[in-house]
């Protein structure tokens, strides 16, 4: 069979054997607040540590555990719901509460940036590009009027189309991934985060 078979042949096994259609519906009816938020639980066993023990103190960097842990039931989340993350299990200081709050947003906060950056610079190198390509295939129409060379001729065009190919995925492709990704950072920057049922004091 064909890999396109196999994967039809897959599908079917699964929907005949799926008691309903898989979706994210559920999973947000179960965490839906009365604020319209999404709830995502963290529990904090009392074993466990709240900081990443192979980072310095000064770091203020949470378990990657934490982290990882919050990412994958955030995946499930659409971008236009707001998030609660609600910490668990143990009981924390207020010390360690401001502590948890602050990690959380400085790591979700630098990821914005990251992708703000990313995003300045690929509209940066795709105008290079855009600029550089529309040169480069003015240079080849020009040169085709007083050289004889075609090798040369046909480089100047490879060239030149490239540039403006990559300056579209720049703008386009690579453009609209790190847009998603910019939008899902910044739910997490924003989400709420309480623990044990008590808000912390917003910033």
Known sequence: MTKREIYKERLSALKRDS???YTNKKFIAKRLQSDNTVRINVNLPE???????????????????IYRYIEEQAYFVPTEYDITV??????LSPVQQKQVETALRDHYNMQVYDKLDDIHSNRSLGLFLLIFGIVALAAYFFITLFAENLIFHEVISIVGTFSIWEAVDCWLINGHHTKVELNNALQMAL?????????STDK
């Open 191 to 199: 989400t709420k985060i309480t623990f044990a049922g008590r808000s």
């Open 86 to 91: 609600n910490f668990v299990g143990r009981e």
């Open 19 to 21: 008691h309903g259609k």
């Open 47 to 65: 074993d466990m540590d709240i900081f990443d023990p192979m980072a310095p103190a000064e770091y203020g960097q949470l378990n990657p555990e």
